[in-house]
């Protein structure tokens, strides 16, 4: 009889520790072995990055971390939306405006940052920076609105907090001529 136990006690035990094993191979693999590029964290280089990380002085914040991957990630999205953000824009190459960048600058999307989460007359009620670039995809470029937790207007904000800290805003900071 305590035979029996002994080998329920290890079925058990190996039953439980299988798919735990599986798991972190999988896991392991995925990381160091798999080569594809879902399972890394990297962002792809877009034209123009290169040169905004060296003025912008992003590699401060660390040569390669969340932060600097994050605000490659909001480069990407805001000034070549119709590749990285196609999800959210119905624009044909027909129109003129196919990227957040057609419209706005970095400088004043910073300046946007910091005079963010302010009352907004038309609408009677406050607007988050997150809100103003969700209404910026549904409106002018005509697209579908991504939620607010999503990870490209995560990273636009982290992109604009980015700019905002290389031009030393502080919150509330006007453009000049304003």
Not at 26 to 37: K, L, N, Q, R, T
Not at 71 to 81: R, W
Not at 136 to 141: L, S, T
Request: net charge positive; with cysteine; proline share 4%.
């Amino acid at each position: 009889m305590e035979g029996a136990r002994r080998r329920a006690l290890w079925a058990g035990i190996g039953s439980s520790l299988f798919p735990a094993a599986t798991i972190i191979a999988f896991v392991i693999w995925a990381h160091y072995g798999s080569g594809i590029p879902a399972f890394r964290s990297q962002v792809s280089s877009a034209p123009g990055w290169t040169e905004f990380r060296a003025d912008y002085r992003v590699d401060s914040f660390g040569a390669d971390g969340y932060f600097t991957r994050a605000v490659q990630n909001g480069f990407n999205l805001f000034f070549h939306t119709s590749k990285y953000g196609q999800r959210f824009t119905r624009k044909t190459s027909a129109d003129d405006v196919r990227s957040c960048s057609g419209c706005h600058t970095a400088e004043a999307l910073a300046y946007g940052f910091v005079r963010s989460d302010r009352h907004d007359p038309a609408l009677g009620r406050r607007i988050s920076f997150e809100e103003r670039v969700m209404r910026c995809y549904a409106g002018p470029m005509d697209g579908f609105v991504p939620t607010f937790y999503d990870p490209a207007i995560r990273d636009l904000r982290i992109f604009a907090r980015a700019v905002a800290h290389h031009l030393q805003l502080s919150e509330g900071a006007l453009a000049k001529g304003n």
